[in-house]
């Protein structure tokens, strides 16, 4: 494996919105192959990835013949805190197996394939077709994803 030069470059600054200009500029070799990686990013604000462009679930109990609709509040989520705040309004909605402690619908990630793993009971049915739908957060098409069987559904994330 041939040695590949790296260097590492740090940009700060105390805005959201800000242009780094490079002096010297930052000279390549020409006729070689570049690539460049975010490896990491610390901020001292967090900034919301569910707002409301993007904080609808729709979902459905009887295959489709009733739908809900709920808003997940605005917020810096990961795939889990999703699947918590639809769990949490499921609940409200009465959409959950009390006496067996059971969800019917699980939105979970898989690390290894960088997959959204929705997970749907019998009878159940998520719409991503909606305006303002999560589906672009998760990776979901503009599609209703629904099931005969308990099965799991595993989509780019």
């Not at 909606?130 to 998760?138: C, G, K, V, Y």
Request: aromatic letters at 12%.
């Amino acid at each position: 494996m041939a040695h590949k030069d790296s260097f590492q470059l740090t940009i700060s600054n105390n805005t959201t919105d800000f242009i780094t200009r490079f002096n010297p500029p930052l000279q390549l070799k020409k006729g070689k192959q570049y690539e460049m990686a975010l490896l990491n990013l610390e901020t001292y604000y967090s900034f919301p990835n569910i707002d409301s462009t993007n904080s609808s679930f729709k979902y459905s109990t009887d295959n489709g013949e009733n739908c809900f609709t709920i808003q997940i509040p605005e917020g810096s989520y990961e795939i889990r805190d999703i699947d918590a705040a639809i769990k949490q309004q499921m609940r409200t909605n009465n959409h959950y197996d009390d006496e067996n402690d059971k969800y019917f619908i699980f939105v979970s990630a898989n690390s290894s394939t960088l997959k959204t793993v929705l997970t749907l009971s019998n009878g159940y049915q998520v719409d991503f077709g909606l305006p303002n739908s999560m589906r672009h957060i998760l990776g979901f098409n503009s599609a209703v994803y629904t099931t005969i069987k308990n099965q799991k559904i595993w989509l780019t994330l």
